[in-house]
């Protein structure tokens, strides 16, 4: 290695692991930052470029901010960079979750942890509403999309598969979207049966299944390969697979898992290093983070080669329309569920609505939300 390419080496890592380590708010925030340190601080990139590859991660799955990270580091530093920029990206969060984590399989239990809980639980729930408002103002862009995004609420609602869900709400807006290239005919029978036909494609009935670190890994494997849209829309897929399907978790578990995840900088993704802690100590946590995000670096190399070609493709582009707005209707069904669960009096239905409040106002960070729904749980505790 050349000195120059070891110091761009260096610098993608000293940015990325403070980055890593302080940036909150979720991947729109992180996103704000990169382009801020990279285009006009460092001038690594140019608007055109850093576009190029924002839209580049819009195309495949995974988190947005993590695959960013990934693409500059790439850009930068070649190879190695790819690694090193996603890696430090990361860690801090993983080490963070990890110790919260930690303490909470050790003192969650306990009845100060629980009101702790008790306040931040609504706070999410709020948090996850204003994302769906703000991503959904961005996404449904046609009446065809508005009504596969309430379909899939629907549908989600009544039992049916997501991945179903999601492969075919993204059929059908490419097909609308494409219309003239597909021909009336058959784009004016094919819209209507698909969406009808969803509602006898029922998720396969699975019953609780005895946990094990192997089927830990694929499942989130499988998750980090498939799952467009926000961070949030990971919510849904955990519910249908480690709560619905296979029992692993409550669903007060997972509602604290994303409570983890909003608490710490860095992915959101990282949901997943608490659920592995949790499910199978320090081995589940790093088998979990390493399936949920090795996807990511796979799907960056294959595809920063392509970027000049796939951006442009009508036909991608309608499919990844599609599937985004199916994920808006995932988010919501599952908002539902959870909603219901954890907003069971006043208290936490004034803590969700003010925090909700807080969030449309004024821009509240999320992670001084959280914690001013922790000291609403404790204060709450004091007067019960």
Not at 135 to 158: F, H, Q, Y
Not at 214 to 224: N, R, V
Not at 226 to 242: E, P, Q, R, T
Request: proline share 4%; net charge positive; charged share 10%.
């Amino acid at each position: 290695m050349t000195a120059s390419f070891s110091l761009r080496l260096r610098q993608v890592a000293l940015l990325f692991l403070r980055l890593g380590a302080t940036a909150f708010g979720g991947p729109a925030a992180h996103i704000g930052i990169m382009h801020d340190e990279t285009v006009k601080r460092r001038k690594w990139l140019d608007d055109q470029e850093f576009l190029d590859l924002l839209g580049a991660t819009n195309l495949i799955p995974g988190p947005n901010s993590t695959e960013m990270a990934i693409h500059i580091g790439f850009r930068r530093a070649g190879w190695p960079g790819l690694i090193v920029g996603g890696v430090s990206f990361i860690m801090p969060a993983v080490l963070m979750v990890m110790g919260l984590a930690w303490s909470y399989v050790r003192y969650g239990a306990t009845p100060e942890a629980g009101w702790l809980l008790y306040g931040i639980k609504p706070v999410v729930i709020a948090i996850i509403l204003q994302a769906l408002w703000n991503l959904g103002k961005r996404a449904v862009k046609t009446p065809i999309m508005a009504c596969v995004g309430l379909a899939v609420l629907i549908l989600s609602l009544a039992g049916v598969n997501e991945l179903v869900l999601l492969l075919v709400g993204g059929l059908v807006v490419t097909a609308a979207a494409n219309y003239g290239r597909l021909g009336r005919s058959l784009t004016g029978a094919w819209l209507p049966l698909s969406i009808a036909g969803l509602g006898t494609l029922a998720a396969p009935a699975l019953i609780a299944s005895p946990f094990s670190l192997t089927a830990l890994f694929l499942i989130l494997l499988k998750i980090g390969s498939v799952l467009y849209g926000s961070g949030y829309v990971l919510l849904a897929v955990l519910h249908a697979d480690l709560v619905e399907r296979l029992g692993w978790l409550t669903d007060r578990q997972l509602l604290d898992a994303i409570a983890i995840g909003q608490l710490t900088p860095g992915p959101v993704f990282t949901t997943a290093t608490f659920i592995g802690y949790v499910l199978g100590g320090a081995r589940g946590a790093v088998l979990a983070t390493v399936g949920i995000f090795l996807p990511s670096f796979v799907l960056v190399a294959v595809s920063n080669p392509l970027i000049p070609r796939i951006r442009n493709s009508p036909w991608i582009g309608g499919l990844l329309d599609g599937v985004n707005v199916a994920s808006l209707g995932l988010m919501a069904a599952v908002s539902w569920q959870l909603g219901r669960a954890c907003l069971i009096d006043t208290i936490t239905i004034g803590i969700a609505l003010a925090s909700l409040g807080l969030l449309v106002r004024f821009k509240l960070n999320s992670t001084w939300l959280i914690a001013l729904g922790a000291g609403a749980g404790l204060l709450s505790s004091v007067f019960r």
